[in-house]
Every structure is written in structure tokens, then in C-alpha cells.
């Protein structure tokens, strides 16, 4: 009993720690600012606008009554544990709503380390082939597995925006994936994988070798937020600086193969950067979705700008980019998954290209 009652003291401190950061005063604050915009006459004239101010209202009061019912279940399960004894069939419940509690506490620090400017949106993840040939490709499909997986177990939404397929006719009909982009739906996402970014190695025996040999592969992920539209008037784009290509959507084959070139890349020629889309079979819709990640990226390289003069300033930290390595999976000669900046490892790799990923992004919200 005694044990059980010190990790309900323990939930507590947490929570007092949560309510802190939280600072439930500086919100109430933000909420009364807001709901005085949405008491304005001429407030839904800008529909877009309204939307968002309505939705961070929300998002705010429903994240005020998550901290208060966190804090009565809290006080609940203390006055519970000091009436029922071990063995019991109540005690059993007690333990079973403190586990319950902790997925609850967890998940409230997730968000009070989540404050960044864009943590609260959906997130958009590209994975690129990098070194290894076919053996890479292969490593970017099981790499959107992974992600995939770990989406249904979080219950968010996936959605493939581009995909470039690479050879086929590998062992068990393996398909690979030279390069793929897919939307996550639901609040938060961004900041849960934002430090997914980066470069992800896999070590394993080679499907695709006749002698069984040992290949490291590489792919290279990249995470951005979904930027609202009234966030990309900050950038201003010349038509002049842009190439806008047209091609047929990749596919494995069969009856479902697009046959029309309504794929889009932009391209942006004074960075290099460019965005694709597919998802739409109308050429007009897919160009105004390429055109919305190109933006994101561009204005995701204008703040990158900005930090590394404030890094000037206050000196280098380690960051996710991607020319630094994010993870490690060793298939062979042993099983380690291993996380190059936060250390936290398992042996049980299977489980993490299964979509076990939360202990790893637990780790790297706190970054």
C-alpha cells in the first residue's frame, strides 16, 4: 500500500510542476484577449481568421478543464488509496486508475513543452532515400510504415500528399520509396515529431543480396508544421523565381496508376527548395497544395535564419537538422535502436518500426 501511495505523491508533484509551467493565469488572460476580438461586429468577415481564433479559444479552455479535472482525480485517488487494503478487488481498481492518471499527466507535460509558435498544428513528414540504393528505398517504405503505425496507435490521421516509387520486383514484391510526403491531422503533431528530423540509419542483412551481406542504408526525414494560410502572407514570392513542373503520378502499377499529368513540383530557384503534389487529380488543386508546402518551407527557412543570428549571440546548441543523425536501427549482427541525441535505446527494435516510438518522442519533447 505504502508503494502505491508514494507514486500517487509523486503524480502530485508532477501536477504541481504541470500547473506551474502551465500558468493558468497568463491563459485566462489570453482567453479574455481573444473572446474580446470574437465579440467584435465585423469578427466572422474574415472567415479564416475567425476559425483559428475560435479553435485556439477552444483548445485553451479545453486544456484549462483538462488541468482541473486532473488535479480532483488527483485529490480522489488519494483519499481512495488511505480506505482500501491490499489483495482488495478495490485495490486493484486503484492501481488501475493510476495508470490511467499517469498516461494523463504524461500527456499534460507533452503539451506544456510543446509552446513553440507552430507545436499546436498538424505536421506534413518527407522521407528521402539517401545513401544505400535500393536498399535505402526500401528503408524510406518501412520508415512511412513506422510512422504510419505509430499514427493509428495515437489515433491521428495520415494522408499521402507525393510519392516517388522506386524499383520493383524485389524479394516478396518489395516496392521501395525513393521519396514520400505525408500529412498527420490532429493538435500537437508538429511538436510530438518535430525532432523526428534528421537522419535515420538502418543496419540489417540485405534483402536485395544474393550472398546475404550486411548494408547500412540511410534516409533523411524532414517534419513542418502545417502553417495556417493567414501565416503565408509573411512571405512574399516573386513568379519569376519559381519553375513550376508537371509530371505523371508515381505508382507500383496496375489499373490505379494515374494515366494524366496532374502531379506538380515547384521549384524555388534562389534556395533550391521545392515542394510536389499528387494527391488531387486535378493539376489546378495540386499545384495550390505544392505551392502551400514550399511556402511552409520557405517560411521555415526565413525563422532558421533568424536563429542562427540569435546563436551568434547566445552560442550553438544542438539542434535537429538535417545533416545531424537522429537514429540509429541495428538489425545485425545484434538489435539496438538508439537514439543519437537523447540516448534512449531498446533491443526491441521490431517493435519500433511497428510505431513503438512513444519513448523516443517522449525524450525528444523535452529537447
Known sequence: MKEIQEKIKDLEMRFKD??????????????????????????????????????????????????????????????????????SEEFKELEKNYKVLEEKIKKGEERVFLSGPYDKLSAIITIQAGAGGRDAEDWVAMLLRMYQKYCDIQGLKTKILYQNFGEGGGPEGRIGIKEVSTKIKGNYVYGLLKNEQGIHRLVRISPFSAQALRHTSFAKVEVLPEIPESDMSKIEIKSEDLRVETFRASGPGGQHVNKRDSAVRIIHLPTGLKASSQEERLQGLNRKKAMQVLMTKLLRLSQQEKEKEIKKVKGEKISASWGNQRRSYVLHPYKLCKDIQTGVETSNVEAVLDGDLDKFIQAEVKI
Open 18 to 87: 504541470l500547473n506551474a509551467r502551465f500558468d493558468l493565469d497568463e491563459k485566462m488572460k489570453e482567453i479574455g484577449d481573444l473572446k474580446k476580438k470574437a465579440d467584435k461586429s465585423d469578427f466572422w468577415q474574415d472567415q479564416k481568421k475567425a476559425s483559428e481564433i475560435s479553435q485556439k479559444i477552444a483548445l485553451l479552455e479545453s486544456n484549462i478543464e483538462n488541468l482541473r479535472n486532473l488535479g480532483k482525480e488527483i485529490e480522489d485517488l488519494k483519499e481512495i488509496s488511505k480506505l482500501v487494503k491490499e489483495e
